[in-house]
């Protein structure tokens, strides 16, 4: 059980370009990705919409094994700026969890 | 059984949909001896333009006085083959077609023996048929050029008037004292930004400026009789006057009622719960924030598939999808995030079924940010309040089913279509209502405006669930239809009508009771009172017949005769082999 948190996402967006509701979930990415990781990345986007935190946090290490390789977002067809995406992710857990400066 | 007829028996292979299955040549061998049978012959496709080529030289050649031809069903080529028996100069009536392939073939494809069998008892009974088979010819029924249209909503209005631009007069009744129905009511629509109050106010002027299009408000339909072509109505109009109107052909526009949630459903009745169009009054009515009981609202949770697509184990279910829901509600978030950039928007899903271009607007809501959750059709979305939080707990499958709770200042239960509540018109009109309880058209997708009755059609959300483009659609297809009817003149009915026979007939009246259609009067004939059919109004529906103790009345085309013959065949002992 978890409470949805309405202003997570607006901590997360560090740029203009983030975009994660855009998605819908078709999974194709995650099929795609090379890491095959299964939170990788469409969960983390769905975590993030609904502003569960320690599930973010839970999922550093997937996080941080994106490649960014972009496979997955040549073919999304909803036009999610996933390795944008992933990067703001990345920038939120460095400030809060690792505590390192922005960049 | 011996008879001078000469019956030319053709028996289709139909590709090998039938041959595959049944041994056609057999069937031929069987029933070429039949009393009656001058010519029997197999073909490869009956329906091809060589092969009826081919039957109307046959029947020419051999002075055919009728046609048994053993192939698909009826549905599918009855006319073709009535069609080509007038081509040859034979009387359609006198042909006669045998359902070989959906009744015989299709059915029995493991059985090769029995199936053969069986289509050989099936055609004998074909010819037995054939063999009593009278020449019957059409009747014909001058049509009245006028239409009722029955409600003036947003369908009603736009058959009126393209009906009036086609130059048929048009009467247009609604119950209530206004027109416009549901869509007069509705502000912003999808997917053009439509205001429907505007969209009705225009077609109203437009309507008003008609000659030919009458409108009565407040009057509702009392009475009708007659049949296709020609129909008597009654309509008792605002002051209770009795207006008698003679049309061709009848358009049904009733429209739907918006699903009405029961108490405690999904929380409905709670402070903060309201129906999707309630929503869309309040989101009318406010100007930059929105407002709900004076409290500004942030967070709001929208709950799919009210009243539609329940639950099948109860009783009294809707198991229809009302196909608006998903768009519309989808399309009420995009107004209300204009209207208010800092919403919180959830919706809790089963499928998202934003159809055809309304997909774009699906799009659009999710890169405005809302957030849509999926649930399972069994494990429905929890309403309560926590304290003086209003908290919706749903399991998200798009998270692998794991619960998550949402606080809402505001949830919108996202209700449906349901039929409307029209007992006493329903009878009137005899109309049938299928398994969802709107009117039953005769095909989803090949008739979808037909009804069983000739010359009704049932248009708009009458039908089922539908969005305005939808309704207008299915509207202008009402009218093609009751134009093409109407504008011919005429139409031609099949003469299968019950017939008397004056010489058996007491008049005991026992046949008027029977009949639905009040097709049976009384004449004087040849110094005593006789029962009489009436041509125009018999449909051949055959319920008078085994009410008679005199056995007076038969029907064309079926026969007392004719069905026992058939069954003497069917029963018939044979030596196939
Ligand atoms: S491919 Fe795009 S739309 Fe599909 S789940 Fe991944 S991010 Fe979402
Ligand atoms: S960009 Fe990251 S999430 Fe996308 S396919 Fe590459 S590794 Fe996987
Ligand atoms: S249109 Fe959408 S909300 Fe409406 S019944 Fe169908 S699936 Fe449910």
């Known amino acids: 059980m978890a409470i949805v948190n309405t202003e997570f996402i607006k901590n997360i967006s560090c740029s203009g370009k983030f975009n994660a509701s855009a998605c819908m979930s078709c999974g194709t990415c995650t099929a795609l990705c090379p890491m095959e990781i299964n939170t990788l990345p469409r969960l983390m986007f769905r975590h993030v919409m609904l502003g569960l935190e320690s599930k973010v946090i839970e999922n550093t290490e997937n996080v941080f094994s994106c490649l960014l390789c972009k496979m997955c977002e040549e073919s999304c067809p909803s036009n999610v700026h996933i390795a944008e995406n992933i990067k703001c992710i990345r920038q939120y857990i460095n400030q809060e969890i690792f505590k390192l400066g922005r960049s | ?577």
Not at chain 2, 316 to 330: D, E, I, Q
Not at chain 2, 394 to 422: F, H, K
């Open chain 2, 1 to 577: 059984m011996s008879t001078d007829r000469k019956i030319g028996v053709f028996i289709c292979h139909c590709g090998g949909n039938i041959s595959d299955y049944v041994d056609v040549d057999k069937v031929r061998d069987a029933v070429e001896k039949e009393p009656g049978v001058s010519i029997a012959k197999t073909t490869m496709f009956a329906c091809s333009d060589a092969a009826q080529q081919e039957i109307i030289e046959d029947i020419r050649k051999e002075g055919l006085d009728g046609i048994v031809v053993a192939s698909c069903s009826p549905k599918l080529h009855l006319l073709t083959f009535r069609a080509m028996a007038e081509r040859s100069g034979l009387n359609p009536y006198q042909y006669v077609q045998v359902n070989l392939r959906e009744q015989c073939s299709w059915a029995h494809r493991s059985d090769m023996q029995s199936a053969t069998e069986k289509g050989i008892h099936l055609v004998r009974a074909g010819i037995a048929k054939a063999a009593l088979c009278d020449p019957l010819t059409d009747m014909r029924i001058e049509t009245i050029p006028k239409v009722l249209i029955i409600g003036a909503g947003v369908s009603g209005l736009r058959a009126a008037l393209t009906l009036s631009d086609l130059g048929l007069a048009v009467f247009l009744v609604e119950k209530s004292d206004r027109v416009g129905g549901w869509t007069g009511k509705f502000g912003k629509m999808f997917s053009q930004n439509l205001i429907g109050e505007e969209v009705i106010e225009k077609l109203l002027g437009e309507v008003k400026q008609r000659e030919n299009v009458t409108l009565f408000t407040s009057a509702k339909l009392i009475e009708k009789s007659g049949r296709v072509g020609d129909f008597s109505v009654k309509v008792q109009t605002r002051n209770d006057e009795t207006i008698s109107l003679d049309v061709g052909a009848i358009i049904v526009a009733t429209g739907f009622d918006p699903y009405q949630p029961a108490e405690e459903e999904f929380g409905y009745g709670l402070k903060g719960v309201i129906t999707l169009p309630e929503f869309k009054q309040l989101l009318d009515g406010s100007n930059g924030e929105i407002l709900y009981e004076g409290r500004k609202i942030r967070d709001i949770v929208y709950i799919y598939c009210v009243g539609s697509r329940q639950d099948e184990d109860e009783e009294s279910s809707n198991l229809y999808c009302s196909r608006y829901c998903c768009t519309s509600a989808v399309h009420t978030a995009l107004l209300a995030g204009e209207k208010d950039a800092g919403l919180n928007q959830f919706h809790l899903y089963r499928d998202m079924r934003t159809y055809g271009k309304q997909e774009l607007i699906y799009e659009e809501a999710r890169i405005e940010g809302s957030v849509f959750i999926k649930y399972d059709d069994y494990d429905l979305p929890k309403v309560e309040y926590i304290g003086d939080k209003l908290r919706v707990m749903v399991n998200d499958l798009l998270i692998g089913g794991e619960e998550v709770e949402i606080d809402a200042d505001l949830v919108v239960l996202v209700t449906g279509m349901v039929p409307r509540e029209n007992d006493e018109l329903t009878s009137i009109l005899k109309l049938p209502i299928g398994l969802d309880g709107f009117y039953n058209e005769i095909h989803p997708k090949l008739r979808p405006v037909e009804t069983v009755i000739d010359g009704m059609y049932i248009v708009g959300t009458a039908q089922g669930p539908k969005t305005m483009a939808e309704s207008v659609a299915s509207a202008l297809s009402g009218v093609s239809k009751s134009a093409s009817l109407l504008m011919k003149g005429y139409v031609d009915l099949e003469p299968f009508i019950a017939r008397v026979n004056t010489e058996q007939c007491k008049w005991c009246d026992k046949c008027t009771e029977a009949c639905p259609y009040d097709a049976i009067e009384k004449i004087f004939c040849e110094g005593k009172e006789v029962a009489s059919i009436i041509p125009s109004l018999c449909k051949g529906g055959g319920a008078c017949i085994p009410v008679c103790p005199e056995d007076a009345i038969d029907l064309e085309g079926y026969t007392d005769a004719q069905i026992k013959s058939m069954i003497e065949a069917l029963v018939k002992d044979e030596e196939t082999n």
